[in-house]
């Protein structure tokens, strides 16, 4: 699968942005969808995860209650809603992707995926 990655920009502190990631290829469905981000020095974290059918999510710590994920499979597409952005949100978000098993666990590393977007740029100011 191929991925898509847009909706970045430059944001002020407490507003919102929606991150899409949209999917080419057969079998979406099949795939555990997640999103990282990379600020400058830091390392690649994981910032969300949706299972398969979009039944089970996961978020990191410092984006509990403020992101959500949700996933369209009829549109091969996987969304990062981001509210009360904060300065230190600001990085580089990528979506993965991940064939699995209806019944795989949540994944965090991302080592495990083996599909990646290109990558869309999120700068909060504060």
């Known amino acids: 699968v191929q991925l898509q990655a847009s909706g970045g920009g430059l944001v002020q502190a407490g507003g919102s942005l929606r991150l899409s990631c949209a999917a080419s290829?057969?079998?979406?469905?099949?795939?555990?969808m997640a999103w990282f981000r990379q600020a400058p020095g830091k390392d690649r974290e994981c910032v969300s995860v949706?299972?398969?059918?979009?039944?089970?999510?996961y978020y990191g710590d410092s984006v509990k209650g403020r992101f959500t994920i949700s996933r369209d499979n009829d549109k091969k597409t996987v969304y990062l809603q981001m509210n009360s952005l904060k300065p230190e949100d600001s990085a580089v978000y990528y979506c993965a992707a991940r064939s699995v098993i209806s019944s795989a666990p949540i994944e965090i590393r991302q080592a495990s995926y083996n599909n990646w977007g290109q990558g869309t740029l999120v700068t909060v100011s504060s």
């Open positions: 290829g057969p079998s979406f469905s099949r795939y555990m």
């Open positions: 949706i299972n398969r059918s979009g039944g089970s999510t």
